[in-house]
Nanobody
Framework: HVQLVESGGGAVQNGGSLRLSCAAS????????MGWFRQAPGKEREGVAQ????????YYADSVKGRFTISHDNAKRTLYLQMNSLKPEDTAMYYC????????????????WSQGTQVTVSS
């Protein structure tokens, strides 16, 4: 089991930027799958960005392509999500997640989750 502690959320105006951080309690091996997810009030949880280190592959939801970037610092055991050109529709509770298997953007497969951080974008 991996403990995930998330930070970096907040309130910004339309067009602003935020960087979310997700610190892990243990080293993330090459085959670990790591991702970012979000859930807005009254909406289903959805995948935002994902990476599978062993395959050097990253995936993004169409709604965030070109604006969000997922990255991982092995030395710091930290996952990041850089969010630029934020829009009001990006407002949601954001979660990071990790698993030993590759689940892509399918959030139900992940077994390790952060407590979440709120991101609010006002117009």
């Amino acid at each position: 089991h991996v403990q995930l502690v998330e930070s970096g959320g907040g309130a910004v105006q339309n067009g602003g930027s935020l960087r979310l951080s997700c610190a892990a309690s243990r080293y993330m091996y090459d085959n670990f799958c790591m991702g970012w997810f979000r859930q807005a009030p009254g909406k289903e949880r959805e995948g935002v960005a994902q990476m599978y280190s062993g395959e050097r592959s990253t995936y993004y939801a169409d709604s965030v392509k070109g604006r969000f970037t997922i990255s991982h610092d092995n030395a710091k055991r930290t996952l990041y999500l850089q969010m630029n050109s934020l829009k009001p529709e990006d407002t949601a509770m954001y979660y990071c997640a990790a698993d030993e298997l590759n689940h892509g953007l399918a959030w139900r497969g992940y077994t390790n989750w952060s407590q979440g951080t709120q991101v609010t974008v006002s117009s």
